[in-house]
Structures are given as C-alpha cells and as structure tokens.
C-alpha cells in the first residue's frame, strides 16, 4: 500500500512498463478527443494523457495549446480556421463545440508530421466532464488520468487564473470520485504547488525540459509556463522531490540511466515524454523508466511484446 495509491497504474518494474496514450493516440487518432481517448483504452492502454484549459464561462475543456490550432480546426462550414487561432479563455464553450477538430490538415506543417492520422469529421472538443463521466463508465474501471494543466500566460490575473483552474478541475474530479485514479501533471511547478495545496490526496507530476532540448521538441505553445531547467543548482530529480512531486515526467531527450536510477533512489516514478522513436522507446525502456508517453501506443506494445514484457496488470484482451 502506497500514499498515492493512485501511483500504482504508473509504477514500472517487474518486467512491466507502463504506457500512457499521449493526448490519446495523436499519431493515429485525433489529439485530445473523444473517439482517440475510446481507441486507445480500446486497444489496452489503461493511462490517458491530456491538456486542460479553460473557456470565457469557465469550464475547463480538453484542448493542448491557449490557442485554437488551425492544422487541425474547421470552422461550420468546414473551412480551415485562420491563424492565428483565437484563445480558447476568449470563446464560450457552446462556441467552441461548433467547431470541428476531428482531421489535420495535411498541407500544414503539423499535419504533415501525423499523415497516418485518422480523418473523422463532427469532432467536437470535449469538456473535462464529458472524459471524467466516460472514465466512470463501468467497463472503463482501469482508466487512469494524467490530467495535465496548461497555465494561461495571456490572462489578466495569471495567478487567479491558476487557482480557479485547479479549484474548477479539482472538483470535477471529485464530485465523480476519481481522486483515487488522477494524477495531476503540468510545467507550471507553481501550478503544481496550488494543487498539493487544494488535493493533497492527488499526487502531483512534474514535467521538464532542459532549454537545450526545447526547439527539438513539440512543446511549440508560446503560452508554456514553465520554471528556468537551466538554471537549478541541483538535479531534476532532486527539484522535484524538493517540490514535494511524486512522478518526474521529462522530456525523452533529457533521460539518462543515472538520473532514472537517482530519482528511484528518491522516490519517484519517472514517466518520459513524447517517446515514439522505436530506439528511443528501446533506450526507455533499457534505462528502467516507469512509463512511456507515446503518440504510437501500438509501436511501444510491439517492442514491449517482443520481449516478453508487460504494460499493464492483467493480460490484454482480458475482461476485468
């Protein structure tokens, strides 16, 4: 038994490494909708990974970026929106719901790094309650979050901001008792912070990148907040047990089998970020991560599968 009980659907080991379908199944599925988070429980990958933001009425909706993203949104009658997109805090949710972000378009940039990506049309971007009542589902009773805030940096009061969020988000995932399954996860360590303050029964996940890594990376939103990497006097690891985190969630290029090692010797989980690279996934998994967050579920299943190695508790395809 743990404290965060919540950690064990994360924990590696055993021959086992954990996988958690990042914005769903982006490189096959469209990111952060329905019909993506259902395909990935639905090929068994029990973690789900997504971004939460919030609308001009306050409701918190699932959606990466501050900004509406043209690659992948269509207005009513089905044109590409303009970019720059309009932020989501400027547009209601009934606004929002009329536009429809179930393809990418492949002559954008973004687009034409997801060409395997399903085209779907009447996509709608979800709110968090529509996932967290799917996640309440009986036959969905092995879903875990890793609910992922993304901090507003455009907002008039930035830290009010941050606290409504949390204290929006927090109570919707009570209010369906799933405390006991979340996990909650950002690049704003002050965010982070409010959270163990308002849910310390929720353990809390630190993501990172080192400033060298980040043009390598897809983490592109001008909004990011997120501390100076670069500038701790200490180790990653050591930052975020200091922080009072549970999970250390890097970037895949920052990973070495040390630090894994020493943030295990301090108690924490390490789940790596965005891993889809099939020798990426292989160094992942030689340097003892407990969990991979990947575009490409299928891709890490394979590799996993192919040496014997486990993802979660119970055989695929077995019922619960």
């Known amino acids: 038994m743990t404290l965060f009980p919540q950690l064990d659907a994360f924990r590696g080991g055993n021959n086992q490494v954990r996988l958690i379908g990042h914005r769903g199944s982006r490189g096959v599925m469209p990111e ?46 089905g044109s590409w929106i303009a970019e720059p997109g309009p932020r989501i805090a400027e547009l209601t949710l009934r606004e929002l719901q009329t536009l429809d972000v179930g393809g990418l378009d492949g002559r954008s940039t973004y687009g034409q790094r997801f060409p395997d990506q399903a085209f779907l049309n009447d996509v709608r971007i979800p709110s968090l309650e529509e996932l967290l009542d799917f996640a309440n589902l009986p036959e969905r009773k092995n879903l875990s979050l890793m609910l992922e805030f993304k901090s507003d940096i455009d907002a008039k009061s930035p830290v009010q901001e941050r606290v409504e969020l949390v204290a929006k988000v927090v109570s919707q995932v009570r209010a369906r008792k799933l405390e006991a399954r979340t996990v909650l996860h950002s690049f704003d360590w002050d965010l982070l912070s409010e959270c163990r303050r308002l849910a310390p029964e929720m353990p809390t996940s630190y993501l990172s990148i080192m400033p060298s890594n980040f043009q390598g990376s897809d983490t592109k939103d001008p909004a990011l907040v997120c501390p100076d990497f670069g500038a701790f006097q200490m180790s990653l690891p050591q930052a975020v047990a200091r922080a009072g985190g549970q999970m250390w969630c890097p970037y895949v290029a920052d990973v070495t089998q040390d630090l894994v090692a020493e943030a295990h010797q301090l108690g924490l989980l390490v789940s790596v970020w965005t891993v889809n690279d099939p020798a990426e996934i292989q160094r992942m998994i030689d340097v003892g991560v407990d969990g991979i967050v990947t575009d490409y579920p299928g891709r890490v299943q394979r590799i996993l599968s192919a040496q014997g190695m486990v993802w979660r508790d119970d055989t695929y395809g077995q019922t619960a």
């Open 32 to 77: 952060n909708t329905m019909p993506g988070f259902a395909f990935t429980l639905d090929i068994g990958v029990d973690a789900l990974e997504f971004d939460v933001v919030m609308t001009r009425d306050r409701v918190p909706v699932i959606a990466h970026n501050s900004r509406l993203d043209a690659s992948f949104t269509r207005d009513q009658k």
